[in-house]
């Protein structure tokens, strides 16, 4: 069996809250960790790549979902947090935290989902609320619970 060939990942991500004009909000169950079910996430493939070309890429990767059918708003948020034991592997040797962008997706109700199996198993609509429950992520949680700051009325 060939050695793993991948670069290391780049520690410096997005994390995207996709949602309805009604606050309900997709969430993922992730493949490699049964019940951890989050929003959107994903490194960048190279230092220059813009933050909200990342966003796009993976909302695409991850769900099928095609941003130009919402409104993909830069939430001017960072959280800076410890990269969990579990996946330091897939960094650079030494590096332990992640640099991580917040992003909303505003979609139509009834927006349809296409998981990539390889990365997500699931996935739900919830209200806003009980998603930030759900998550197994504090910055993720986080971010949902500021959602409707982020919206119009």
């Given at each position: 069996m060939a050695a793993d060939t991948r670069p290391f990942k780049i520690p410096h991500s997005v994390?995207?809250?996709?949602?309805?004009?009604?606050l309900e909000v997709l969430l993922i169950n992730r493949a490699d960790s049964p019940g951890y079910w989050q929003s959107v996430t994903g490194s960048k493939d190279h230092e220059d790549e813009p933050l909200e070309a990342t966003a796009v890429r993976e909302v695409r990767e991850e769900t099928g979902i095609d941003c130009a059918?919402?409104?993909?708003?830069?939430?001017?948020?960072?959280?800076?947090?410890?990269?969990?034991?579990k996946y330091l592997h897939r960094y650079a040797p030494g590096v332990t935290r992640n640099r991580?962008?917040?992003?909303?997706?505003?979609?139509?109700?009834?927006?349809?989902?296409?998981?990539?199996?390889?990365?997500?198993?699931?996935?739900?609509?919830?209200?806003?609320?009980?998603?930030?429950?759900?998550?197994?992520?504090?910055?993720?949680?986080?971010?949902?619970l500021l959602l409707p700051q982020f919206t119009k009325p």
């Open positions: 994390l995207v809250v996709i949602h309805t004009p009604a059918i919402g409104t993909l708003t830069d939430w001017q948020l960072e959280n800076v947090y410890d990269i969990y034991p991580e962008h917040v992003f909303g997706l505003c979609v139509p109700a009834g927006t349809p989902v296409a998981l990539n199996p390889r990365e997500h198993t699931a996935y739900r609509w919830l209200p806003y609320l009980e998603a930030a429950d759900a998550c197994f992520s504090p910055s993720n949680a986080e971010a949902i």
